[in-house]
């Protein structure tokens, strides 16, 4: 049975991956995912911030990843001040598409592919029943591999805190957090409480109750 030791990469990723070598050349670390790796809620970025690679903890270190910690808080997912660098998490796992920071552009769609088997891995063994993609960029990406709607079809600004049915999974699309303002996070915590939590929202996946 697997055990976590530490909030920080639990799954034991590779942290000196150079499969992007234009990455690899100006990242300062490589951030994986940190959190309950049994959690039920799973919340994917398009990358990591400046700050959270600084701290090498996924939405933390700036106002942006402060916005999300506090929705974690409200939502009873975190125990820890929204400017934690290093938040008690439980039944949430933070992750991102693309693990380095480029200082000056977003990630190729190569780059997001050459992430992709960490990504994968992480959610097969977290095996997650909510899904939340962080803005447009990664709306779309889950759009290909969990529903049957065309990526182009999705809009994070119009589907902001509503349930998508996926393949095995719900998701809770999230605008990107530049556009979070604190009445769309009340907006989202809303939603998630009284038409999510409020309900069995659990597939059938053999998992035990928590």
Known sequence: MFTQDDLYNPFGMDEDCRNCPALAACRERVVHGYGDAGGEVLVIGEMPSAGAEANGV????????????????????????PDDPEPELQNVYLTYLTRCRHPERPPTDDEVANCEPFLNGETRMINPELIVPVGQRALEALAIEYTTRAPDSFDAEAEHATTVRGRGFELLPMVD???LTES???EFVEHVTENVFSRDYRQTKGRQGR
């Open 177 to 179: 957090l530049a556009d």
């Open 58 to 81: 996924p939405f933390t270190g700036d106002e942006a990843g402060r916005r999300l910690q506090r929705v974690l808080g409200d939502l009873g997912l975190s125990r820890s001040a």
């Open 184 to 186: 769309r996070a009340d």
